[in-house]
């Protein structure tokens, strides 16, 4: 997969995921709002305009589940929610975070946990490659250091490898027998 194609599946789900944020707080904003005394007609109004923000926000996401993977659309989509849900929380609705400081370093540990599992998930193909080589290199390594045949450091003799590049003139031989073969 190409990087454009995951920068695209995480903007398809950051999208998606700030519109479900806000649709969150804006329907919290319309019953705040008929707390504090205000026109009742402002609860539908918030309701509805939070039904338009979750719709756009399926949009989003449906788009990106079209032509992306769906664990890192969706990821994204929870990770946008939840950080716009708690920031626009806090900054418009005044909401707090723990006061107490094990409470608050833990719901920080969290969120950054969740970062770093996202940004692990987006990555992983490329983690998997990686773990892969480095497997493949330390089990030769150890093949070769253990198993392989005892000879004097000087005398070490490279092994042909299973993709070993075909000498030209066993393809001559190959191509000429099988051109004889047709005649």
């Known amino acids: ?8 599946e995480i903007i398809y789900g950051l999208e998606s995921g700030i519109l479900f944020g806000m649709a969150s707080v ?4 319309g019953f705040l709002f008929l707390e504090q005394g205000f026109p009742k007609l402002l ?27 769906a664990i890192v659309v969706s990821t994204c989509a929870a990770v946008a929610s939840i950080l716009t849900g708690v920031l626009a929380g806090m900054l418009a609705l ?3 975070l723990p006061s107490a400081p094990k409470a608050r370093f833990l719901l920080l540990l969290g969120w950054l946990l969740i970062i770093v599992g996202v940004i692990l998930l987006v990555g992983s193909t490329k983690l ?15 093949v070769d250091k253990n198993y392989g045949p005892r000879r004097s450091g000087t005398s070490r003799v490279r092994e042909p490898s299973p993709t070993a590049v075909i000498q030209a003139a066993t393809l001559n031989h190959l191509l000429s027998s099988s051109s004889k073969e047709k005649a």
Not at 1 to 8: L, N, R
Not at 48 to 63: D, E, K, L, N
């Open 94 to 96: 005044g909401e707090r």
């Open 26 to 29: 804006i329907s919290k904003m």
């Open 43 to 69: 609860v539908p109004i918030c309701i509805i305009i939070s039904v338009c923000s979750s719709g756009t926000g399926f949009y989003y996401q449906t788009r990106g589940l079209k032509h992306g993977r």
């Open 1 to 8: 997969m190409m990087e454009y194609d995951v920068v695209e």
């Open 128 to 142: 998997v490659r990686f773990f892969r080589f480095s497997s493949h290199h330390f089990k030769r390594s150890s």
